[in-house]
T-cell receptor, first 115, second 113 residues
């Protein structure tokens, strides 16, 4: 049963520290998404990649957030420096896109707390 | 741009009650429509989907029919269980934007014994 994995599952850090979240998409999937979920804002799309190329990161605060896919098996989301308002659950999702939109498969999330 | 509007929650039902969660959308063309479910402490997972008008998606007793004329994709279940307690998200995705989806705000369902 193929799944998206995310590490760490929980992260507590202090304001100003760098945070790196990792995601392993399902093998064979060509699209990767990063979302942030909070009670106030709900589910927000931060960035997405297709075939490892960034297609849209307009939902991401550019001054502190960065997203990359060093290879097809790893996606990273970095926050530097972190701020308390970044506290949220960050989800990675992957999918396979050919000619039609398809299902997104979500990981279990990284719960980030910035003190 | 695209948008998805869901019935506001929270929704509280007794076990075996009938469930409807309304979802309407705004999009050009013919999007694919999805319902995702999120259980506490977990990521979203696909519940059902429909890719063209009049299609009915179904899974685990849940159903939703793609209604082009009313731009709706309402979720229904005839008899809910306590284990159905979760947050339900309606979403759409189109051919033109590389699989990017638009999600509704989510509806929290609590089923009491």
């Amino acid at each position: 049963d193929a799944r998206v994995t995310q590490t760490p599952r929980h992260k507590v850090t202090e304001m100003g520290q760098e945070v790196t979240m990792r995601c392993q998409p399902i093998l064979g999937h060509n699209t990767v998404f990063w979302y942030r979920q909070t009670m106030m804002q709900g589910l927000e799309l931060l960035a997405y990649f297709r075939n490892r190329a960034p297609l849209d990161d307009s939902g991401m605060p550019k001054d502190r957030f960065s997203a990359e896919m060093p290879d097809a098996t790893l996606a990273t989301l970095k926050i530097q420096p972190s701020e308390p308002r970044d506290s949220a659950v960050y989800f990675c999702a992957s999918g396979f896109r050919d000619t039609r939109p398809d299902t997104q498969y979500f990981g279990p999330g990284t719960r980030l707390t910035v003190l | 741009g695209n948008s998805v509007t869901q019935m506001e929650g929270p929704v509280t039902l007794s076990e075996e009650a009938f469930l409807t969660i309304n979802c309407t959308y705004t999009a050009t063309g013919y999007p694919s429509l999805f319902w995702y479910v999120q259980y506490p402490g977990e990521g979203l997972q696909l519940l059902l989907k429909a890719t063209k008008a009049d299609d009915k998606g179904s899974n685990k007793g849940f159903e939703a029919t793609y209604r082009k004329e009313t731009t709706s994709f309402h979720l229904e279940k005839g008899s809910v269980q306590v284990s159905d307690s979760a947050v339900y998200f309606c979403a759409l995705s189109q051919n033109t934007n590389a699989g990017k989806s638009t999600f509704g705000d989510g509806t929290t369902l609590t089923v009491k014994p």
